[in-house]
């Protein structure tokens, strides 16, 4: 059975960072790539950033380029997101899925975790 749980979020204040992990079970961790979602108030959930399965490729929503870094642990089976000079844009509720590849956006499972709320306030 998938089970993906993500680290507890928090509040940061504009220009500030902070950084995300979910760890995954019940599937075959180095046989997928990793991403990142976020669901905004009243929003879709929306893509936000992938790694391949070897770690070595990366994509990123264009307006978090150059600001989050995604990265991937096999040992433990953790993605985790580096996210700096944050704005009032990116709060959201953050959660992580699997991908066929790192390229496609689409989540491989259908069943989430519970997702993190990240706060960006001052």
């Known amino acids: 059975q998938v089970h993906i749980v993500e680290s507890e979020g928090g509040l940061v204040q504009p220009g500030g960072s902070l950084t995300l992990s979910c760890t995954a079970s019940?599937?075959?961790?180095?046989?997928?790539?990793m991403s990142w979602y976020r669901q905004s108030p009243g929003k879709e959930r929306e893509w936000v950033a992938a790694?391949?399965?070897?770690?070595?490729?990366?994509n990123y929503l264009d307006s978090v380029k150059g600001r989050f870094t995604m990265s991937r642990d096999y040992a433990k089976k953790t993605v985790s997101l580096q996210m700096s000079n944050l704005t009032p844009d990116d709060t959201a509720v953050y959660y992580c899925?699997?991908?066929?590849?790192?390229?496609?956006?689409?989540?491989?499972?259908?069943?989430w975790g519970q997702g993190t709320q990240v706060t960006v306030s001052s």
């Open positions: 019940g599937f075959i961790f180095n046989s997928f790539a």
């Open positions: 899925n699997a991908n066929m590849y790192y390229y496609d956006r689409s989540p491989h499972f259908r069943s």
């Open positions: 790694i391949s399965i070897g770690g070595t490729e990366t």
